[in-house]
């Protein structure tokens, strides 16, 4: 039960990150140590397990499938999405600065822990800021404004679903790069199912190709690819800067010129607020590893 609790207040982390422009859902999962067995249980989804379906082997395919983590985790992630859209969005038009700041200080306060299990040496420090540029490059790329046809939205599903299983690249930025977040929120809060499910039939057909291909490369150079990771995890802080002009970052004093007032204390008090998130979401952890069951 501890695991199930536990697994839930992980998916509903990753479920309001995944709302964000600008924040990945896979960067909480990699910050809160469920990215590799998150990739292990969608790359179950082979041969084997359709073997154990057509066989009506139920209780072996959920073991195999690592079922249990998949619905606590996914669960949460849905219900965040579905309860929380309409204040991600009130916050981003009225609140940017706070929201932002909030999530700068859950990945900051969250990036020694990402680095300290990784050896570095020069090629893994040059993967680390070779990958810390490619998200700085992905985050000035400029939003699209596009009227969406309906394939769309099962390539949007792909391509957002891609980014969320890799930390540091934020799904909801790329939606807003194809000029596809405002459709999706609109549909998520009008629940519009026919564009839900070309959604969701992109997510997973995303799911199943790129879960596999990260799952390759971190078997074949495990420390390598952290550190690919972790630089990606700080490249994207970039975009998240809490203030903003039209997507050109300034300072806090530039942005109180402009529009009044710089909100610092707002910033400062959801930095730390961020900070201390992350950090009681990690206690919770070592708690709950008290009554854990083996992982699979």
């Not at 073991?63 to 669960?75: E, K, N, V």
């Not at 970052?249 to 204390?265: D, I, K, R, W």
Request: overall charge positive; some cysteine; hydrophobic content about 60%.
């Amino acid at each position: 039960m501890k695991n199930y609790l536990q697994w839930l207040i992980k998916g509903l982390a990753m479920g309001t990150a995944d709302i964000v422009p600008g924040v990945s859902g896979g960067t909480l999962a990699f910050i809160l140590g469920i990215y590799e067995r998150l990739l292990k249980a969608l790359t179950s989804f082979n041969v084997t397990a359709i073997r154990l379906l057509f066989r009506g082997k139920m209780k072996a395919l959920w073991q195999h499938i690592d079922g249990p983590f998949l619905l606590c985790l996914f669960g949460g992630i849905l219900f965040a999405i579905f309860s929380l859209a309409n204040l991600i969005v009130y916050l981003l038009e009225f609140h940017p600065v706070p929201l932002w700041a909030f999530f700068n200080g859950l990945i900051i306060a969250s990036l020694p822990l990402l680095v300290r299990n990784i050896q570095l040496n020069l090629l893994r420090g040059i993967l680390f800021v070779l990958g810390a540029i490619f998200a700085m490059l992905i985050t000035t790329l400029t939003p699209m404004q596009t009227n969406p046809s309906a394939w769309l939205f099962f390539i949007a599903g792909f391509i957002a679903i891609c980014a969320m299983i890799l930390p540091g690249i934020s799904g909801s930025f790329l939606l807003l790069i194809m000029g596809m977040y405002a459709p999706m929120t609109a549909a998520v809060s009008e629940l519009q199912f026919g564009v839900l499910i070309l959604f969701a039939l992109g997510c997973v057909t995303g799911l199943m190709i790129f879960s596999r291909v990260l799952t390759f490369a971190l078997k074949r150079a495990h420390d390598a690819m952290l550190a690919l990771l972790s630089g990606i995890v700080l490249g994207a802080l970039f975009r998240i800067w809490p203030w903003q002009i039209e997507n050109q970052l300034v300072s806090p004093t530039a942005y109180g010129e402009y529009f009044g007032s710089s909100q610092l204390g707002y910033a400062i008090l959801a930095f730390i607020i961020g900070a201390l998130v992350i950090r009681g979401l990690l206690q919770l952890e070592k708690l709950f590893k008290n009554g854990a069951e083996p992982t699979q």
